[in-house]
């Protein structure tokens, strides 16, 4: 396995608690990543893969300011001349134009050269987008070097329901800014979002027989992933809740050089057969579910949410599963009249 590019998860607490959240996200989450945890690991992957990138989100990176953390991080990936050291956040820190340059100033200080702003419908249901729009236009301002926006939809970027709408209405808000870069993905069925916004979209009653495409941020074939997820408790992660092995009991260079999909007993079955293989799973165990679906990775979520208590350690973090014995519904009136 070579590396090029790496996500720090340094925390899953944030602010919001967007419905499309694939790690579940949230004010009620707790736990942040160890310094000293952090550049080891930075250090492990500096030293033996071709490391391009890191990348730190969560949760949000945010949260606290100054945030040590988060800074030490970003320094230490400096000395290891890691070119592209970036964050992503949903930019609520942004009370006002001094503090968000006050704030920008000291983390390109510390080394920070990309930064990408969360901006749709899901976040701006939390965040005025008057409030990130501050932040962006200071950090154009600033000279970094990528400002991104990136931006999920549902179902696709071309789909007319009130999320897609509220997306292009905050996009509107900012798109006028010269020298941004704006991305827009599906929004994948995972986590939150099989919870919150499946139950409104069209299914098939035929289970969904397509392959499992890794998510586009790890960009990759699961035989041979590119990029790998570091959350703070030490799990690597290739999906969302797809754990290969945990550092808080392994170090980095056995998780890696041990990577073999067809040993992990989720990825097995999900690079022979896609998450087709993982329903037959839970046929055998004889576990009912509803066998109606949005695409793969819905069905592929909800047969791991289902198989969670049989694999504790290859479906890891929990957090990113609601468990299987509660189906939470959360409200979303005008979401059903327009979807
Ligand atoms: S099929 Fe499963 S493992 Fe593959 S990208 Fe979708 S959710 Fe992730």
Request: with cysteine; glycine share 6%.
């Amino acid at each position: 396995m070579q590396i090029t590019s790496v996500d720090f998860l340094i925390t899953f607490r944030c602010n919001a608690s967007c419905k499309h959240c694939g790690y579940r996200a949230g004010p009620s989450n707790h736990g942040y990543m160890k310094v000293d945890d952090a550049k080891k690991w930075l250090s492990t992957l500096a030293s033996a893969h071709p490391l391009q990138s890191i990348t730190i989100h969560g949760g949000e990176p945010l949260l606290f300011f100054p945030n040590y953390c988060l800074e030490r991080i970003l320094r230490y990936a400096t000395e290891l001349n890691i070119p592209k050291r970036g964050i992503i956040t949903n930019g609520f820190w942004a009370t006002d134009k001094e503090t968000a340059r006050r704030k920008l100033t000291k983390l390109k200080s510390c080394g920070l050269t990309n930064i990408t702003f969360s901006v749709d419908g899901f976040h701006q249901e939390h965040i005025p987008i008057e409030t990130v729009r501050i932040c962006i236009e200071e950090a154009v301002a600033l000279g970094f070097t990528k400002v991104g926006i990136l931006s999920h939809y549902l179902i696709s970027p071309k789909a007319e329901n009130i999320y897609n709408k509220l997306t292009n209405q905050a996009l509107a808000k900012i798109e006028d800014i010269d020298g941004i870069q704006i991305a827009r993905y599906k929004t994948s069925l995972y986590g939150r979002a099989a919870e919150t916004l499946a139950e409104f979209m069209e299914k098939d009653s035929k289970l969904p027989s397509g392959p499992c495409r890794l998510s586009y941020w790890l960009g990759s074939e699961i035989q041979n992933p590119k990029a790998i997820e570091i959350d703070f408790d030490g799990h690597v992660t290739l999906c969302p809740g797809i754990c290969i092995g945990n550092l808080k009991t392994q170090p980095l260079t056995d998780v890696l050089r041990d990577y073999v999909p067809h040993k992990h007993p989720i990825l097995s079955i999900l690079a022979r057969d896609g998450p087709m293989g993982l329903a037959k799973v839970v046929d055998d165990l004889k576990i009912y579910y509803d066998h109606r679906f949005v695409d793969e990775c819905h069905l592929c979520y909800e047969m791991r949410r289902l198989l969670q208590r049989h694999f504790p350690l290859r479906l890891a973090p929990s957090s990113c599963y609601l468990p299987a014995t509660s189906r939470q519904t959360m409200p979303i009136p005008f979401l059903s009249r327009c979807l």
